[in-house]
Nanobody, 124 residues
Framework: QVKVEESGGGLVQAGGSLRLSCAASGRSFTPLAMGWFRQAPGKEREPVAA???????TYYSDSVKGRFTVSRDNDNTMVLKMNRAKPEDAAVYYC??????????????????WGQGIQVTVSS
């Protein structure tokens, strides 16, 4: 059984930093590309950032480019460093993993396993 779990969410002040982690586990399971998505109340889920299987390429949405950094700590763990947080970054953040896509992808259809989501709140 595959388990995808986010951690590190919480409250951050506008302009501050927060670190999200995602750990994927399962018997003989190694995720290929991994990505972060978020969904704010009343809005559709949107891609935030993604990283390829070996971390060699990344994707960032325009709204977070230059402020967020995504990376792989190891084969099964992904980290999102959020810097200069803005109120509009507040959302539930989801980790997603792919078993078929190697390259970083903002397309949620490429992802097979998802975490439950973790809340990020930004105070102004």
């Amino acid at each position: 059984q595959v388990k995808v779990e986010e951690s590190g969410g919480g409250l951050v002040q506008a302009g501050g930093s927060l670190r999200l982690s995602c750990a994927a586990s399962g018997r003989s399971f190694t995720p290929l590309a991994m990505g972060w998505f978020r969904q704010a109340p009343g809005k559709e889920r949107e891609p935030v950032a993604a990283v390829s299987w070996h971390g060699s390429n990344t994707y960032y949405s325009d709204s977070v480019k230059g402020r967020f950094t995504v990376s792989r700590d190891n084969d099964n763990t992904m980290v999102l460093k959020m810097n200069r947080a803005k109120p509009e970054d507040a959302a539930v953040y989801y980790c997603a993993t792919s078993t078929t896509t190697v390259d970083a992808s903002p397309n949620s259809q490429d992802d097979d396993y998802w975490g439950q989501g973790i809340q990020v709140t930004v105070s102004s």
